[in-house]
């Protein structure tokens, strides 16, 4: 299943160009992108996905407490994202019911598992124990080399905007681990409000 490619954060894409995450020359690939941008005073964008592992189901809230509104309440906070989407996300819209629709079944040993995950380990704003995937998208970088039009608003006239100094031609890289700490903030949260604090204690499982 497309969806169970990758069950850890990392740069899925830069610059509409896709990279196979277990592939030894993404890394370089990606490196050549940036640099290329770089180049030519530009930046570039990507997409970065997350995996929640290991998360109980039954957490979250059908409504505004829900799994997805509470993540993307959080990765919205970060600069730069312009975008998240749950399991298959936007590939919902080409799908039917049939397709996208996640069969539950239990295991030898008793564990309730989706055969797919196109939902993201969510239904309904709470967990089902699959899991949780999404992906972030992250602009590309608005302070660039290259001349862009602008207004000069203390004359009230158009100008040219050039800036000078180092500025990062791509930040998908950088966003990694920010996205990746308030994914771990918000189900913190989560756990807490649901189970307690109490298992934080010293002496206790």
Known sequence: DRNFENYSDDIKSLASSPFPVLDQNAALLMKDAISAAKAEGDSIGGILQTAIINLPAG?????????????????????????????????????????????????????????????GGINGGITNGMPVVFNTVIKPTSSIYKPQQTVDFIKGENTDLEIKGRHDPCIVHRARVVIDSLAAFVICDILCGRYGTDFLADGRE
């Open 59 to 119: 957490l979250g809230e059908p409504w505004f407490d829900s799994m997805e509104s509470l993540i993307s309440h959080a990765v919205f906070s970060v600069g730069g994202v312009k975008g998240i989407e749950f399991g298959a996300g936007f590939g919902f819209a080409n799908m039917k019911g049939s397709q996208a629709n996640d069969s539950f079944r239990v295991d030898d040993t008793g564990n309730i598992y989706t055969q797919t995950n196109n939902n």
